[in-house]
């Protein structure tokens, strides 16, 4: 220092600076006299740093133990890099020889906290964690977000968005609406776990099995394409096959269509004109009956 003034506390670790005013009566006489409201003093008594607290009654409105507030007397940067400055700024950094430098990988800028509980903590990184009775989420540029979605990790980087949950079979989008009915995204291996707690189930998975994708709704899955490629549809896939509702196709099968029952029949070929250019193995029907291609001749109406 050249010009200025300087407190020298020796080896006391109270408050070096400590302001009143008459009116103020917050109580708080363990950590201050009643008409403190404001002090300064050591953070640690062997190491140093400073501590600012504010101290407020209960009169007023019910905040503003401490206000830190920067006026700018122009127009604020708008700029949104590594350079950029904001009116308030808070900058944190660690000792480098004689100087300082910047902190290093995962160390901690700012931390806040409910008490002597840390709920808050910003790194080096530019990542947010949340620190909460379940867990750490983790919020920023390559990193997980434990709560959003009801996953455990949100992971955000170049080229898109990864969803993990961690488990084997769970949810990893579970949407609840009127606490009845879910919208599920998510990966399991066995049918038991797919479907958690509603009974009302509206949900696509990828399956770790021979299933592949699935879709579902009302907890039954209606469609799914197998990891060779087979398409299966119907009304209900554990009644498929030939012996029940609708179709199962594979790339390199044949097709096979429910049994026609007295409510429906295997399939339908609604009337219309015959196809100018035909090709080889085309069925079609119009009003005056059954046609179909074969070998470059149209044969029909079948009967």
């Known amino acids: 220092m050249t010009?200025?003034?300087?407190?020298?506390?020796?080896?006391?670790?109270?408050?070096?600076?400590?302001?009143?005013?008459?009116g103020v009566a917050h109580g708080m006489i363990d950590k201050a006299e009643t008409d403190t409201y404001g002090d300064m003093m050591v953070a640690q008594g062997t190491s140093g740093g400073l501590t600012i607290t504010g101290y407020k009654d209960a009169d007023g409105l019910a905040g503003f133990a401490l206000w830190m507030r920067g006026f700018l007397g122009e127009a604020g940067e708008t700029g949104k890099t590594t350079s950029a400055t904001g009116i308030v700024n808070i900058e944190a950094a660690i000792k480098s020889g004689t100087t300082v430098g910047a902190a290093g990988a995962n160390q901690n800028l700012?931390?806040?906290?409910?008490?002597?509980?840390?709920?808050f903590i910003f790194d080096a990184e530019a990542e947010l964690h949340c620190v909460g009775a379940g867990g750490t989420s983790v919020y920023g540029e390559n990193a997980s977000i434990a709560d959003a979605l009801g996953v455990t990790g949100l992971i955000t980087g170049l080229g898109g968005i990864t969803l993990s949950n961690g488990a084997t079979d769970a949810d990893i989008v579970n949407t609840i609406v009127n606490s009845g009915t879910n919208l599920l995204f998510g990966v399991s291996d066995s049918i038991a776990s797919r479907f958690i707690g509603s009974s009302n189930n509206y949900a696509f998975w990828g399956t770790t099995g021979a299933d592949g994708l699935e879709w579902a709704t009302n907890n039954i899955v209606r469609m799914a394409i197998d990891v060779v490629g087979a398409v299966t549809m119907g009304y209900d896939l554990a009644v498929m096959g030939d012996t029940g509702l609708g179709i199962a196709v594979s790339a390199s099968a044949f097709g096979v269509f429910g049994a026609p029952t007295t409510a429906k029949a295997s399939a339908r070929l609604p009337h219309g004109s015959a196809p100018t250019s035909p090709a080889d193995g085309d069925i079609w029907t119009t009003s005056a009956g059954l046609f179909v291609r074969i070998d470059g001749s149209t044969v029909g109406p079948l009967s």
């Not at 010009?3 to 302001?19: D, K, P, V, W």
């Open 110 to 119: 700012l931390s806040i906290k409910n008490l002597s509980t840390t709920r």
């Open 3 to 22: 010009t200025g003034i300087t407190i020298h506390q020796q080896s006391a670790t109270n408050q070096i600076l400590a302001f009143k005013r008459t």
